[in-house]
């Protein structure tokens, strides 16, 4: 099977590319602001501590700064599509996302991801939809709490859960959640109700659907996209 394309260009307009981009810039901001915390709890040089301190001063800065400037638009469907990984997608971001979790006393985790899982897509697009649902999962979540990444085949499709342990979504918010500028009666952290309306607009442009699935606790986000071909090949169950 041949390798993921390279990660393609928003399918928007100028402007929603731009407003877009802006917010899907907060992903890699959090990861490297919790590699900033992990830096800083094993380094005893009191410089070196100042130097990592700077660095994620600066970050949380310019994480403000974009925050101003987020808005969101319907995605159209990806320009660039082709084979994508979906399990390699989802164990990169667990790999991203963990000391960021870890600052936070929590335990990122994964499930069915060791094996490929082929979809038709666009690997940028795919892997924003992913790291919001992860972000989102990340805000919501207590320390000491468990955050899981389950990936299975089924049915000619690629489920993949987001499930985490944290307070849940009450049930007058569950598609409210999923528009924009919403983030629900209880929201928690920082945030402007973009990440999941995002996350949704992606996984509808390429053939699928994300939903909130009914959990005893915490909340449950499952993905759901066309296997590439059609072919389960990959693991049975999540």
């Known amino acids: 099977m041949p390798g993921a394309t390279a990660r393609g260009a928003d399918p928007t307009t100028p402007g929603d590319a731009i407003a877009r981009l802006l917010h899907d810039l907060h992903a890699p901001l959090t990861v490297i602001r919790g590699h900033c915390a992990t830096l800083a709890r094993a380094e005893d040089s009191p410089e070196r501590r100042r130097a990592i301190d700077?660095?994620?001063?600066?970050?949380?800065?310019?994480?403000?700064?974009?925050?101003?400037?987020?808005?969101?638009?319907?995605?159209?469907?990806p320009q660039e599509a082709g084979p994508v990984d979906l399990a390699a997608l989802a164990g990169d971001a667990a790999r991203r996302f963990g000391p960021v979790a870890a600052a936070r006393g929590a335990r990122?985790?994964?499930?069915?991801?060791?094996?490929?899982?082929?979809?038709?897509?666009?690997?940028?697009?795919?892997?924003?939809?992913?790291?919001?649902?992860v972000g989102n999962a990340i805000r919501h979540i207590a320390p000491g709490g468990r955050i899981e990444l389950a990936l299975a085949c089924r049915g000619g499709r690629a489920v993949l859960r987001v499930r985490d342990d944290g307070a849940g979504v009450p049930v007058a918010d569950?598609?409210?959640?999923?528009?924009?500028?919403?983030?629900?009666?209880?929201?928690?952290?920082?945030?402007?109700?973009?990440?999941?309306?995002?996350?949704?607009?992606?996984?509808?442009?390429?053939?699928?659907?994300?939903t909130l699935d009914a959990v005893g606790t915490g909340a449950c986000f499952r993905v759901s996209l066309p296997l590439l071909g059609g072919v389960d090949r990959g693991p049975r169950a999540a």
Not at 54 to 77: H, K, M, N, Y
Not at 110 to 129: C, F, Q, S, Y
């Open 174 to 210: 569950r598609e409210r959640i999923f528009l924009a500028g919403e983030r629900g009666s209880a929201p928690l952290g920082e945030g402007r109700g973009l990440g999941l309306a995002i996350a949704r607009d992606i996984v509808g442009a390429h053939g699928g659907r994300l």
């Open 54 to 77: 700077l660095i994620d001063a600066e970050t949380l800065r310019l994480a403000a700064g974009l925050r101003r400037l987020g808005a969101v638009s319907p995605a159209r469907p």
């Open 108 to 133: 990122l985790e994964t499930r069915g991801t060791a094996a490929p899982v082929w979809i038709a897509g666009d690997t940028g697009l795919i892997e924003r939809a992913i790291d919001n649902l």
